[in-house]
């Protein structure tokens, strides 16, 4: 499709366990987001990619969390010792430049037991 | 301490008639604003925007409005639609951080 995509959906995971989020971005677009909404809560910016290049990683909630980005393509998230607090859906956006509005993917629902 | 509020978390409208859904933010340097739609496991789709150049910008049934003084803004949807019922999400963009900042979401329900 010509959308945003991200796999998995659905991710269960135990406790301590490193999960990856990936996301397929539409092509041609450079600005890559990613967002985190838990349960009853707005969005949260989590980092930025423009093109390959993160200019700002304040956002992501410890030093668990980490983000690439393979040229303007595929971004991955990965949170490694998984704690029960990081359960949300995690939304990956791109945009034609970065202040254009966003595409979402429809997220991944990370579920830690 | 949140740059972008939301403060009704839900409104109900009956079809047909006007929803007005709020936003405020606290800094003035904020100068473009957007507002998106999310429907249940699926991801916010973008609806409408304005830059602060304007104070309104009409898209068919949405009108957003911007109040730069008081540092709010609003969507309007009139007639209101069953297919409206969503959350609805603020955000501006972030100039100097370079990313859009988000509110906490309204839940517009609207009864047939």
């Known amino acids: 499709g010509a959308g945003v995509s991200q796999s998995p959906s659905n991710k269960v995971t135990e406790k301590g366990k490193d999960v990856e989020l990936r996301c397929d971005p539409i092509?041609?677009?450079?600005?890559l987001y990613w967002y985190r909404q838990r349960l009853g809560q707005g969005l949260e910016f989590l980092i930025y990619?423009?093109?390959?290049?993160?200019?700002?990683k304040s956002g992501l909630p410890s030093d668990r969390f980490s983000a690439e980005r393979t040229g303007e393509s595929v971004s991955t998230l990965t949170i490694q010792r998984t704690q029960q607090e990081d359960s949300a859906v995690y939304l990956c956006?791109?945009?034609?430049?970065?202040?254009?509005?966003?595409?979402f993917g429809n997220g991944t629902r990370l579920t830690v037991t | 301490d949140q740059q972008v509020k939301q403060n009704s978390p839900s409104l109900s409208v009956q079809e047909g008639r006007i929803s007005i859904l709020n936003c405020d933010y606290t800094?003035?340097?904020?100068?473009?604003f957007l507002w998106y739609k999310k429907y249940p496991a699926e991801g916010p789709t973008f609806l409408i925007s304005?830059?602060?150049?304007?104070d309104k910008n009409e898209d068919g049934r949405f009108t957003v409005f911007l109040n730069k003084s008081a540092k709010h803004l609003s969507l309007h949807i009139v007639p209101s639609q069953p297919g409206d019922s969503a959350v609805y999400f603020c955000?501006?963009?972030?100039?100097?951080?370079?990313?859009?900042?988000f509110g906490p979401g309204t839940r517009l329900s609207v009864l047939p």
């Open positions: 955000a501006v963009w972030d100039n100097y951080g370079q990313n859009f900042v």
């Open positions: 304005i830059s602060s150049i304007k």
């Open positions: 092509s041609g677009h450079t600005a």
């Open positions: 990619f423009q093109g390959n290049s993160a200019p700002d």
């Open positions: 800094n003035s340097m904020f100068d473009y």
């Open positions: 956006a791109t945009a034609f430049r970065g202040s254009s509005p966003l595409h």
